[in-house]
């Protein structure tokens, strides 16, 4: 299940929620690495509902699955973001993959600097997708704080968190397991490298490459990898 994870590589946040035009929402701003335009990647894999081009290029995204929210509940996410100059490229309907660049910042509607206004609504897309609230903006429907809908990892650089707290995706466990064994003594005959034909073929991984590109493998100490172009 994905982890929506914050959508900029630069968390830089310029105006936060409840101040302001954010008044009465959690909408916030993110300014990104400096004062040029960054892009903005998809926090989890979803579908565009609604693009509203009379105003900040408003793009809401609604998640594909239910996501992991950082409180650990489960449910979907559907996000706003405005201030795009151009989502020509863009369509109702639309999926976008998790990473994907998708939107930028921009100043598109009343902004001023490039900025990507951000907003987290708890569950999918409805009705119009936002409302007027008390305070006379308009912000995304079932609004929740950000920190409680979005994830960072360690590809994310700081800048200015606003003094929120994000929780951050945990590394994948090292494996550790062999560090504390004795090494085992080989015995010299063994030492010797086999000829292929007295491999022991039910111990070997076979991977054909379907086309030709980059592959990663994950290899332990003193494991071999041979490679072979098959005739
Ligand atoms: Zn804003």
């Known amino acids: 299940m994905e982890k929506p994870l914050f959508p900029s590589e630069y968390m830089r946040i310029t105006q936060g929620y409840n101040e302001g035009t954010h008044k009465n929402s959690y909408a916030i701003d993110n300014a990104g690495k400096d004062s040029g335009i960054s892009e903005v990647y998809a926090p989890f894999t979803g579908i565009i509902k609604k693009i509203y081009k009379t105003d900040a290029n408003e793009v809401w995204l609604e998640s594909i699955d239910k996501v992991e929210y950082p409180d650990g509940t489960v449910d979907y996410l559907t ?85 929120y707290q994000f929780k951050k995706i945990s590394p994948p466990p090292v494996d550790n397991s062999d560090n504390n064994k004795e090494p085992v003594p080989i015995p010299d005959d063994e030492q010797k490298e086999k000829p292929d034909e007295e491999l022991n073929l039910k111990d070997i991984l076979t991977f054909t490459a379907p086309k030709t590109d980059l592959y990663g493998v994950y290899l332990k100490e003193n494991q071999k990898l041979i490679i072979k172009e098959l005739t």
Do not use: Q
């Not at 993959?97 to 999918?124: D, I, L, P």
């Open 79 to 163: 996000m706003l973001f405005a201030h795009d100059n151009n989502v020509e490229d863009l369509f109702v309907g639309k999926v976008i993959k998790k990473g994907e660049v998708f939107y930028h910042e921009g100043t598109k509607g009343n902004a001023s600097g490039n900025h990507c206004h951000m907003e987290c609504g708890r569950g999918k897309f409805s009705n119009s997708g936002w409302h007027k609230n008390a305070a006379g903006y308009w912000s995304i429907d079932n609004g929740e704080r950000p920190e409680n809908c979005l994830w960072i990892d360690d590809t994310i650089k700081i800048l200015n968190n606003f003094s």
